[in-house]
């Protein structure tokens, strides 16, 4: 089983839904949570960031954490065919002094107008 | 300002030979990262520097693998002898630090296809 499990999807919805996101996770030492998007060709760049449990708005994302369940979801609120990525989560702890994350595999989002 | 950059944008070669990437970052981040992203799978981790502390190289896959960075700048990822299991994306990321929560910035990676 691996740290992070990531549904690759493809995700396919219209625009204006409301498109949510998960990961679920093994490593109970986390406590950075992250969610990259990803355009294709391109390098991931970071969309929310999260520590510890709880939520995060910004603008039309919400990111929400529940570490009792170890699961963690990226809501994106009247999606937009710009929206067409994919999402990828990420996680880090400070094991070591270290806190490279460990990312999932990533899920194919496309909005299709 | 300039973001990462990563140079080739795309690699070909022929199995059994040397490759190298390079991976300019931000300027005055003191973290970098190296990640090999395949087909439908996530970023797996290669290497890590961080100012002038000897390198977390735990996620290189074999010793045909190794890195550099040099005067805290440049970073060079170095394959030998590839093999075409190495086809992948390499991406390289910066951070101000490298500590948790701290933004990584990646550039647009370079595609290695070994023939």
């Known amino acids: 089983q691996k740290e992070v499990e990531q549904d690759p999807g493809p995700l396919s919805v219209p625009e204006g839904a409301i498109v949510s996101l998960n990961c679920t996770y093994s490593?109970?030492?986390?406590?950075?949570f992250m969610w990259y998007r990803q355009y294709s060709r391109k390098g991931p760049e970071l969309l929310m960031y999260t520590y510890s449990s709880g939520n995060k708005e910004d603008g039309r994302f919400t990111a929400q954490v529940d570490k009792s369940s170890k699961y963690i979801s990226l809501f994106i609120r009247d999606s937009q065919p710009s929206d067409s990525a994919t999402y990828l989560c990420a996680m880090s702890s400070s094991s070591g002094g270290s806190y490279i994350p460990t990312f999932g595999r990533g899920t194919s989002l496309i909005v299709h107008p | 300002g300039a973001g990462v950059s990563q140079s080739p944008s795309n690699k070909v070669t022929e199995k059994g030979k040397d490759v190298e990437l390079r991976c300019d970052p931000i300027?005055?981040?003191?973290?970098l990262y190296w990640y090999r992203q395949s087909l439908g799978q996530g970023l797996e981790f290669l290497i890590y520097?961080?100012?002038?502390?000897?390198?977390?190289k735990s996620g290189l896959p074999s010793d045909r693998f190794s890195a550099e960075r040099t005067g805290g700048s440049v970073s060079t990822l170095t394959i030998q002898r590839t093999q075409q299991e190495d086809s992948a994306v390499y991406l390289c990321?910066?951070?101000?630090?490298?500590?948790?929560?701290?933004?990584?910035?990646f550039g647009p990676g370079t595609r290695l296809t070994v023939l």
């Open positions: 300027s005055g981040h003191t973290a």
């Open positions: 490593n109970s030492a986390f406590q950075y």
């Open positions: 520097f961080q100012g002038n502390s000897a390198p977390d």
């Open positions: 990321a910066s951070s101000f630090t490298g500590t948790g929560g701290n933004e990584q910035f």
